[in-house]
């Protein structure tokens, strides 16, 4: 369970350099100017740190449990599989609300979709190749 414990704050802290490298880019704060009028003027980085490390806990922990679930036999691929599952359900869902309910370009769309495209499999990758296969010693 340690083991899931740090992999998950490993996981976490990957989500932290990747938003800050795929948010803070001239090429984003460009294309994420059309959230300007709605956006907080100061961003709380403690909350959102914590936030991301939850989430990598979080991801650590369904990985785990997902694991005879999710498709291919080896690490890569199911990491690989469990990335899309999760892009698709934490990014391709917002970016689809957010199409419907906004007048934001297009191109901030399909760069909110590649950017956590790219986060995600990245992330997903990290926990499966950390993790050991479930069952085996350091999972429990």
Same mark, same amino acid.
């Given at each position: 369970?340690?083991? &899931?414990?740090? &992999?998950?704050?490993?996981?976490? &802290? %990957?989500?932290?350099? @990747? ?6 880019? +001239?090429? %984003?704060?460009?294309? #994420?100017?059309? #959230?300007? +009028? ?12 914590? !936030?991301? =490390? %939850? #989430? ?8 785990? %449990?997902? *694991? ?5 036999? @080896? ?5 690989? /599989?469990?990335? =899309?599952? &999760? *892009?698709? $359900? ?6 689809? /609300?957010? *199409?419907?309910?906004?007048?934001? +370009? $297009? /191109? @901030?769309?399909? #760069?909110?979709?590649?950017?956590? $495209?790219?986060? !995600? $499999? ?9 993790? +050991?296969?479930?069952?085996? /010693?350091? @999972?429990?």
């Amino acid at each position: 369970m340690l083991r &899931v414990i740090a &992999v998950g704050l490993a996981a976490g &802290v %990957a989500l932290l350099i @990747t938003d800050a490298l795929l948010n803070a880019n +001239p090429l %984003a704060q460009r294309l #994420y100017a059309a #959230y300007g +009028p709605i956006a907080r003027s100061n961003v709380n980085a403690l909350a959102g740190s914590l !936030i991301d =490390l %939850a #989430y990598g806990s979080i991801l650590a922990v369904l990985f785990v %449990a997902l *694991w005879s679930g999710l498709p291919g036999e @080896t690490r890569l691929v199911k990491g690989l /599989s469990f990335g =899309l599952m &999760v *892009w698709f $359900l934490r990014v391709v869902m917002r970016v689809a /609300s957010d *199409w419907v309910a906004t007048t934001v +370009p $297009l /191109s @901030t769309h399909a #760069y909110t979709l590649v950017g956590g $495209l790219v986060q !995600i $499999l990245l992330v997903a990758v990290l926990i499966a190749v950390l993790l +050991p296969r479930p069952g085996l /010693s350091g @999972t429990t």
